[in-house]
C-alpha cells in the first residue's frame, strides 16, 4: 500500500499535487484545534467543579470576598470568571454614593453578561474551523479528482491509445484526493458536533451561576438597605 500511495504520488501532476498538500494542512490544523481545545475544555471542566463546590459554600456564609479570591486562582474556569466579573462590579457599585441599590445589582448583571460572553468566545476559538474544514474538504478533494481524470483522459487523447487500462491508473491518481478530503472531513465533523455539546453545556453552567449570583446581589443588597433603614431609625429616636 505505501509503495502504490508512493507511485501514485510521484505520478501526480503539481495541481493534485498541491491539492494533497492543502488537504493534509487542513488535516494537521484541525487535529491540533482537537488536541488544544480538548485540553482547554478539561481543564474549565475540573477548575470549575472544584469552584463551585467551594463557592457554594462561601456564599451560603456571606464570604463574597474569599469567593472572590478563590475566582482570581482558578484561571481556567468559565464558572470563576463570571463570578469574578458580578463580584467585581457589585463592589465598585456599592463604593459609588450615587448608586441606588437596583442600579448595583444591574451593573452587576450587566457585567455578568459582558463576561458571559467574552468567556464563550474564548472557550469557542478554533472550534468553527473544524466545520470549515468538514464542508470544504470533500470539496477539495473532488476538485483534484477531476482535475486528475481530466489529465488522464488528455494523456490518453494524446497517446491515441483507448480502453479501461490506458486511464485506470490516471483514475486512480484522482480518486485519491477524493479519498483523502472525506478523510480529513470525517473526523472534524465529529469534533466539531462533540465541542458544539460541550460548549452549550458550558453556557447552561455559566447562565445558572450568572442567575445564583444575581439572586445573591439582591439579597445582599437587601439586607443591606435594611441595616441602614434601622440605623436612619436610631438617629431619628436619638434625635427626638
Aim: net charge positive.
Amino acid at each position: 500500500m505505501e509503495m502504490g500511495l508512493a507511485h501514485l504520488w510521484s505520478q501526480m501532476s503539481i495541481l493534485p499535487r498541491s491539492v494533497v498538500i492543502i488537504l493534509l494542512l487542513m488535516s494537521i490544523w484541525s487535529l491540533y484545534v482537537t488536541i488544544e481545545r480538548m485540553l482547554v475544555y478539561r481543564k474549565a471542566k475540573k477548575q470549575s467543579l472544584q469552584f463551585a463546590k467551594q463557592a457554594a459554600m462561601l456564599f451560603a456564609q456571606d464570604r463574597a470576598q474569599e469567593a472572590l479570591d478563590l475566582a482570581r486562582k482558578q484561571k481556567w474556569s468559565h464558572l470563576a470568571r463570571v463570578t469574578q466579573a458580578g463580584l467585581i462590579q457589585f463592589d465598585f457599585e456599592k463604593t459609588q454614593t450615587a448608586s441606588a441599590g437596583h442600579d448595583s445589582v444591574e451593573a452587576a448583571k450587566r457585567a455578568i453578561e459582558r463576561e458571559t460572553l467574552i468567556t464563550y468566545s474564548d472557550l469557542k476559538k478554533g472550534v468553527a474551523s473544524l466545520a470549515t474544514i468538514a464542508t470544504t474538504a470533500p470539496f477539495i478533494g473532488l476538485f483534484g479528482t477531476v482535475i486528475g481524470i481530466v489529465n488522464a483522459f488528455s494523456g490518453m487523447a494524446q497517446t491515441g491509445s483507448g480502453g479501461i487500462a490506458a486511464v485506470s491508473a490516471g483514475i486512480a491518481e484522482a480518486l485519491v484526493t477524493t479519498a483523502i478530503g472525506i478523510g480529513v472531513a470525517i473526523p472534524a465533523a465529529w469534533m466539531f458536533n462533540h465541542f458544539q455539546g460541550v460548549l452549550e453545556r458550558f453556557q447552561v453552567e455559566m447562565s445558572n451561576s450568572a442567575s445564583e449570583l444575581v439572586d445573591f446581589f439582591i439579597k445582599k443588597q437587601a439586607g443591606t438597605q435594611s441595616v441602614r433603614q434601622q440605623d436612619a431609625a436610631v438617629r431619628r429616636v436619638r434625635a427626638e
